[in-house]
Antibody, heavy 122, light 107 residues
Framework: QLQLQESGPGLKKPSETLSLTCSVS??????????WGWIRQPPGKGPEWIGS????????YYNPSLKSRVAMSVDASKNQFSLNLTSVTGADTAVYYC?????????????WGPGVLVTVSS | EILMTQSPATLSASPGERVTLSCRAS??????LAWYQQKPGQGPRLLIY???TRATGIPVRVSGSGSGTEFTITISSLQSEDFAVYYC?????????FGGGTKVEIK
């Protein structure tokens, strides 16, 4: 059964770049059947979709509210995909999740990783 | 962007009760709606997609209905493991959007 695991620093300072990685096991990031997403959830709030990447075509879709600061990529050699978010502020404090979705169409997510809490504070 | 509104924010119920949670979309999303369950410290778990199709391993006491802009998820007889927060998500259009959640708590 495919599993996902997020990794990255738990604390960032304002204006820094947040970099997270999602490791995929029992499945391939190269699959034409899936795309890969990042979703975040500020404390006590609902989830917010950040963006999605489809490795087969290199296509990405980003949330317009974050588009100017977000980049996602896939490293097939490591079976991982990653998220970079620049110029972070306290509003970026959240639990960040990676998840699998259907091939590049708008889709539900299943499964999700356990999440990693990122706090932005000086 | 499609706005997803869930109600109520909190629902208090007893084990064995039947509960219905609502989700409204700001525009027509056809049947492109998913429901998730989230417990403290865990990532969301997919329950329903296509508005009414149960995900693998989801018990039959959980059912979804609706289309267009109005959707519901019903748990026919609450079990202890059902006390959690529930979210809806539309996937009719980019950007994908989620509701603010309904917390089902023990009465």
């Amino acid at each position: 059964q495919l599993q996902l695991q997020e990794s990255g620093p738990g604390l960032k300072k304002p204006s820094e770049t947040l970099s997270l990685t999602c490791s995929v096991s029992s499945g391939s990031v190269n699959s034409r059947s899936y795309h890969w997403g990042w979703i975040r959830q500020p404390p006590g709030k609902g989830p917010e979709w950040i963006g999605s990447v489809y490795h087969h075509t290199g296509t990405t879709y980003y949330n317009p509210s974050l588009k100017s600061r977000v980049a996602m990529s896939v490293d097939a050699s490591k079976n991982q995909f990653s998220l970079n978010l620049t110029s972070v502020t306290g509003a970026d404090t959240a639990v960040y999740y990676c998840a699998k979705a259907r091939s590049l169409v708008p889709s539900w997510f299943d499964p999700w990783g356990p999440g990693v809490l990122v706090t932005v504070s000086s | 962007e499609i706005l997803m509104t869930q109600s109520p924010a909190t629902l208090s119920a007893s084990p064995g009760e039947r509960v219905t949670l609502s989700c409204r979309a700001s525009e027509n999303i056809n049947s492109n709606l998913a429901w998730y369950q989230q417990k403290p410290g865990q990532g969301p778990r997919l329950l329903i997609y296509g508005a009414s199709t149960r995900a693998t391993g989801i018990p039959v006491r959980v059912s979804g209905s609706g289309s267009g802009t109005e959707f519901t998820i019903t748990i026919s007889s609450l079990q202890s493991e059902d006390f959690a927060v529930y979210y809806c998500q539309q996937y009719n259009n980019w950007p994908l959007t989620f509701g603010g959640g309904t917390k089902v708590e023990i009465k």
